[in-house]
Structure formats: structure tokens, C-alpha cells
């Protein structure tokens, strides 16, 4: 099982994404534990699909960014990176202002493989917006 890495802290994570899609969305750990993250990203138009309500992929992009990166801080030592190779999503409402807020839970903390659970919800009331899950494949250096 994956400890939790003491070198990865919350200021390296969002200076990690500060120039990439995550830092562009605003979205913004707030803490670190074995096991989990935490994190939000205040709603603005940019987030909304022309329909007026929160797009998907916005809210995937939390839940993604909180998972991947729980994972580089679980990641076992040795690993070199990893990537994303399965996920799923259930929205169950919207948001019109505010923010989201995202809690990431590991499921498993293999040494080829990561399972994540990831609850999104409105930052102001709690009320469930998705649930998520994804598998993280450890990267490992390659054998010359």
C-alpha cells in the first residue's frame, strides 16, 4: 500500500497545475491526508456549457485534477508518473454560482494501479453535484 509521499505538499500540487488546464479552471487544493484530497474551484462562466448550466467536462476536470493528483502524492517510491486509463462519471445537479468542492478518496493503493472515488458537491450547501471514479496506472522507469 501507498504511503503518503512527505515531500508532496499543498503548495506543490497547485504550483503543479498553476500554468495547465487546472490552474486556467481555478481549481485549488486544500488538503492533504493518507488517503485523500481535497479540493474546489470557484464557478465561472467559463465553466457553463451555452445551456446555462455547469458543464460536465468542468466538473470532470475537478474530479481528475483532485485524483491525479492525490495519486503523485501516494504514488509508491520509485515511480516515475502515471496516467489516467479509466473513468466514470454520475451528474446528479448543477451549480449556478459559488463554488464546487471535491473530496478524493483512495480505494486502492496498488504498486501498478490506483483506484480513486471522488465526490464533487456545492461548496456552500454540500448537495451532491457527481460522483467519480478512476484508475491511475503507475508508471515505472523503463529497463535498459
Not at 500540487?13 to 495547465?20: H, P, V
Request: hydrophobic fraction near 40%.
Amino acid at each position: 500500500m501507498s504511503k503518503l509521499r512527505p515531500e508532496i505538499s499543498i503548495e506543490i500540487l497547485n504550483e503543479r497545475g498553476s500554468e495547465y488546464l487546472p490552474g486556467f479552471l481555478g481549481i485549488e487544493m486544500i488538503a492533504l491526508a493518507q488517503d485523500s484530497l481535497r479540493s474546489r474551484m470557484p464557478v465561472r462562466k467559463l465553466h457553463f456549457a451555452p445551456n446555462d448550466f455547469l458543464h460536465a467536462a468542468s466538473v470532470v476536470a475537478l474530479a481528475d485534477t483532485t485524483c491525479g493528483y492525490a495519486t503523485v502524492a501516494h504514488m509508491p517510491q520509485g515511480a516515475q508518473s502515471f496516467t489516467t486509463i479509466e473513468l466514470k462519471s454520475n451528474h446528479l445537479g448543477t451549480v449556478k454560482e459559488g463554488s464546487i468542492a471535491c473530496v478524493a478518496s483512495a480505494q486502492h493503493l496498488g504498486r501498478n494501479t490506483q483506484v480513486w472515488d471522488a465526490t464533487v458537491t456545492d461548496e456552500t450547501t454540500g448537495r451532491k453535484i457527481a460522483l467519480f471514479r478512476c484508475t491511475q496506472m503507475i508508471l515505472w522507469p523503463k529497463s535498459t
